[in-house]
C-alpha cells in the first residue's frame, strides 16, 4: 500500500514487504519515500470519512494482491518534517545522525 500526496519532490508513504528494518536503530533505507509501519491503520484513519474504505476493506485488498486506487473525498494537509536535534522529557538534548547534512548546510550558510 501508499499513500500519494502532491509533492514537488515525488515522496510517498508506503508499507514495506521488509518488516525487519523497522527494528532496527538505523532505518535510513529509503530514496527519500517513507517507509509505514502499520499501513492498514494509516489508510483507516486517512479514510475516517470514508465509510466505503475502512481498515478491513483495505487489508483485503492488500490480501487481493490486485492494484487498485483511491481518491480521497476530502482534502488532507500532509506535513513532513525533519528533526536534527530534541529535548527528551527528562530535560536531555538528542543529536541523532544527521543524515541529509542538514545541520552542514545551515552552519555553512551562516559562515
Same mark, same amino acid.
Not at 17 to 40: K, Q, Y
Not at 84 to 105: L, M, N, Q, S
Given at each position: 500500500?501508499?499513500?500519494?500526496?502532491?509533492?514537488?519532490?515525488?515522496?510517498?508513504?508506503?508499507?514495506?514487504?521488509?518488516?525487519?528494518?523497522?527494528?532496527?536503530?538505523?532505518?535510513?533505507?529509503?530514496?527519500?519515500?517513507?517507509?509505514?509501519?502499520?499501513? @492498514?491503520?494509516?489508510?483507516? +484513519?486517512?479514510?475516517?470519512?470514508? #465509510? =466505503?474504505?475502512?481498515? !478491513?476493506?483495505?487489508?483485503?485488498?492488500?490480501?487481493?494482491?490486485?492494484?487498485?486506487?483511491?481518491?480521497?473525498?476530502?482534502?488532507?494537509? @500532509?506535513?513532513?518534517?525533519? +528533526?536534527?536535534?530534541?529535548?527528551? #522529557? =527528562?530535560?536531555?538534548? !538528542?543529536?541523532?545522525?544527521?543524515?541529509?547534512?542538514?545541520?552542514?548546510?545551515?552552519?555553512?550558510?551562516?559562515?
Amino acid at each position: 500500500i501508499k499513500f500519494l500526496f502532491p509533492n514537488r519532490f515525488n515522496v510517498y508513504l508506503h508499507d514495506t514487504p521488509n518488516h525487519t528494518l523497522f527494528d532496527r536503530d538505523d532505518r535510513a533505507f529509503s530514496h527519500g519515500c517513507i517507509r509505514v509501519h502499520e499501513p @492498514v491503520k494509516l489508510a483507516d +484513519f486517512v479514510f475516517k470519512n470514508n #465509510p =466505503d474504505w475502512d481498515g !478491513e476493506r483495505v487489508q483485503k485488498q492488500i490480501d487481493s494482491a490486485e492494484t487498485t486506487s483511491v481518491v480521497m473525498k476530502e482534502e488532507m494537509h @500532509v506535513y513532513i518534517t525533519y +528533526f536534527t536535534a530534541w529535548v527528551e #522529557p =527528562d530535560g536531555f538534548v !538528542e543529536f541523532p545522525d544527521d543524515i541529509y547534512k542538514r545541520d552542514e548546510r545551515l552552519v555553512a550558510a551562516l559562515k
